[in-house]
C-alpha cells in the first residue's frame, strides 16, 4: 500500500515550530515511502482563522522546501461530507439527541465521581430540534485500543470517556468527527500528528467504525496513527506560544537557514544513523522512518539550533553566503525582506565592497541577521557604543594615549592588515597593553563597538583616510 499522508494546521496563528516538525516528519514519510503528502486547511473555525495566518503557513512550508503533492484543500469545501456522516451516524442510532446545557450538567453532576456528562439523554429518545445537539454513543464498557507506530498500543477504557457533543445545535459537525471525515475522504492512510491528539483519537476510531458500520456507507481501512513527541522547553514543559519563541516566521527573519532548520527539526525525537547532527536532506529522507522515533518529549534548544545554524553558513561557499546575506545586506533586490531593513540606504550600500567584506564575517555569524550590526560601518556612518566608549576610550587615559599613536603611527604605514597589526602590538607593548587591550579603543572608535570582525583586515578595507578620521574623531570626543 503506498501510503497517504497529511498534514492539517489550522490557520489561527504564526506557524508553530511543532506544527513545523509535524509537517516535516509528514513530509519525510512520504518521500522515504513514495507516498502522497497532502496539506489540508482546517479553516472552518471562522472567528479565529484569518487569511494571513494560511499565507503564513504556505509561504513558511515553502521557504522550508515541504511541497506538498495535494491541496491546500480547505476543510470547509467538505462541510457537505461532514453533515452527510453526521446524519448516517444518526439513523443508525450511534447518535442521540441532547438539550442538556451546561449549567444543567453541572448541577447534576457537582458531587458525581467522575467529571463531565452523565448520559443523561441517552435513554430520552429527544427529538432533533433547534435546542438539541446530537452526541456520540459511547460504548459503555470495554476497550478502544489505539495502533500507534512510535508507542505501540494504547489502550483507553471506554468508560472514561463521555457522550461526547459532535453536532451542535446550530447544526455546525465539530472537530472530531469533520477531521476523520476528512481523513476518509482524501484516503489518508497515515496520520501522523502532535502526542497532544493522543486522548481524543479514541473518539475518531470509534467514529470510524461506527460509520463503516452505517447503512449505505462505504466501509474504510482505519489508517495506521503515530503520535510524536512533545517539544519542551529548557525547564522541560510544554512550548508556549507566549513565553517561547516558537514561531517559524520568527526564524527567517532572524537569519536562520532553511537547510539548517529543517535538519535540526528533524532530531526533534529521531536521530540518523550514526548520531550524526548535520545531516542532509536526502539522507534524511533516505533514512527516516516512524518506528525510529521516540515517544520521550524533544527538547526545542535555541542556543542548538543557532550552532547548528553557524555551521552551515560556514560550510556556504562565499559566493553561496554573499547570496544568502542579500535580503538583510541589499533587500532592495530580494524577492523576500526582514522585518528590519539595514542601518543604511541602497546609495550608501556597495556590493563590490560588501564582497570583499563577507568572508571577515562569515565565520563569526550565527544567523544571517547579524551581518547589518557586523558590517555596517562599512556603510554608514559609524555610531559609537556608549558602555564600549566609556569602557575603552572615555574613562581610560592609556585608552585616549593608545588612539593619540595611533593616528600619528598610522598615517605614515604602508596601508595593509600585517602592517597594522604589528604597529598596534608595538604601540600597545610600550604602553605596557596587550594586543586585545591596544585595539580595543582602536575599534571602538572605528566600529563603534568592541565586537566585530577581524580588525585589521577591516581597516585594510576601510581604507586609511576614513580609519584616521574616526580615530581623530574619538579623541575629540573623549576630549570634550
Not at 30 to 42: D, K, M, Q, S
Not at 148 to 173: H, L, W
Not at 375 to 383: M, P, R, T
Request: proline content about 7%; charged content about 25%.
Amino acid at each position: 500500500m503506498t501510503p497517504r499522508v497529511r498534514f492539517a494546521p489550522s490557520p489561527t496563528g504564526y506557524f508553530h515550530v511543532g506544527s513545523a516538525r509535524t509537517s516535516l516528519f509528514n513530509w519525510l514519510y512520504a518521500r522515504h515511502a513514495g507516498g502522497t503528502f497532502v496539506l489540508r486547511i482546517e479553516d472552518t473555525d471562522t472567528e479565529r482563522n484569518r487569511e494571513e495566518w494560511r499565507d503564513g503557513i504556505l509561504s513558511a512550508m515553502a521557504w522550508l522546501g515541504l511541497s506538498y503533492d495535494e491541496g491546500p484543500f480547505l476543510q470547509s469545501s467538505l462541510l457537505a461530507d461532514h453533515t452527510a456522516a453526521a446524519e448516517a451516524l444518526y439513523a443508525a442510532g450511534h447518535l442521540y439527541a441532547c438539550d442538556c446545557s451546561r449549567e444543567a450538567i453541572d448541577a447534576r453532576t457537582k458531587d458525581a465521581a467522575k467529571p463531565g456528562y452523565d448520559g443523561f439523554c441517552r435513554e430520552r429518545d429527544l427529538a432533533r430540534s433547534p435546542e438539541t445537539a446530537l452526541r456520540f454513543a459511547v460504548p459503555r464498557e470495554g476497550e478502544t485500543i489505539v495502533h500507534d507506530v512510535i508507542r505501540g498500543d494504547v489502550t483507553f477504557a471506554n468508560a472514561s470517556y463521555e457522550d461526547f457533543v459532535v453536532v451542535r445545535p446550530n447544526g455546525v459537525v465539530l472537530y472530531p468527527l469533520a477531521n476523520l471525515v476528512d481523513d476518509r475522504s482524501i484516503a489518508i492512510t497515515h496520520v501522523i500528528r502532535g502526542e497532544d491528539l493522543l486522548p481524543t483519537t479514541p473518539k475518531q476510531v470509534l467514529m470510524w467504525e461506527a460509520l463503516n458500520d452505517c447503512p449505505g456507507v462505504e466501509s474504510v481501512p482505519l489508517p495506521r496513527y503515530a503520535h510524536l513527541p512533545m517539544l519542551v522547553n529548557e525547564q522541560r514543559k510544554k512550548l508556549s506560544k507566549r513565553k517561547d519563541p516558537v514561531a517559524v516566521e520568527s526564524y527567517r527573519d532572524q537569519g536562520y537557514l532553511p537547510e539548517a532548520f529543517v535538519n535540526y527539526l528533524a532530531l526533534l525525537g529521531w536521530s540518523p544513523r550514526g548520531g550524526e547532527e548535520v545531516v542532509s536532506r536526502d539522507v534524511l529522507i533516505e533514512q527516516f522512518a516512524l518506528e525510529d522515533v521516540s515517544h520521550s518529549p524533544a527538547f526545542f534548544d535555541v542556543k542548538k539550533l543557532a550552532h547548528l545554524n553557524g555551521e552551515y553558513l560556514r560550510a556556504m561557499s562565499l559566493e553561496q553566503f554573499i547570496e544568502a546575506a542579500r535580503p538583510w545586506v541589499a533587500p532592495w533586490s530580494s524577492p523576500w525582506r526582514p522585518t528590519t531593513p539595514p542601518p543604511w540606504t541602497q546609495e550608501q550600500f556597495d556590493e563590490a565592497l560588501f564582497a570583499r567584506v563577507a568572508p571577515l564575517v562569515q565565520e563569526r555569524l550565527t544567523t544571517l541577521g547579524e551581518v547589518p550590526a557586523m558590517v555596517g560601518f562599512f556603510f554608514s556612518e559609524v555610531e559609537l557604543d556608549e558602555a564600549a566608549f566609556t569602557k575603552s576610550i572615555g574613562d581610560d587615559p592609556l585608552g585616549q594615549t593608545m588612539l593619540a599613536v595611533a593616528v600619528e603611527r598610522f598615517a605614515g604605514l604602508t596601508w595593509l592588515a600585517t602592517t597594522l597589526h604589528e604597529a598596534t602590538a608595538e604601540l600597545g607593548e610600550a604602553l605596557g597593553l596587550a594586543l586585545r587591550k591596544a585595539q580595543a579603543p582602536i575599534r571602538c572608535a572605528v566600529t563603534g563597538t568592541l565586537v566585530g570582525p577581524p580588525l585589521f583586515e577591516s581597516l585594510e578595507i576601510l581604507g586609511r583616510e576614513t580609519t584616521l578620521t574616526r580615530l581623530r574623531a574619538a579623541l575629540a570626543r573623549a576630549s570634550a
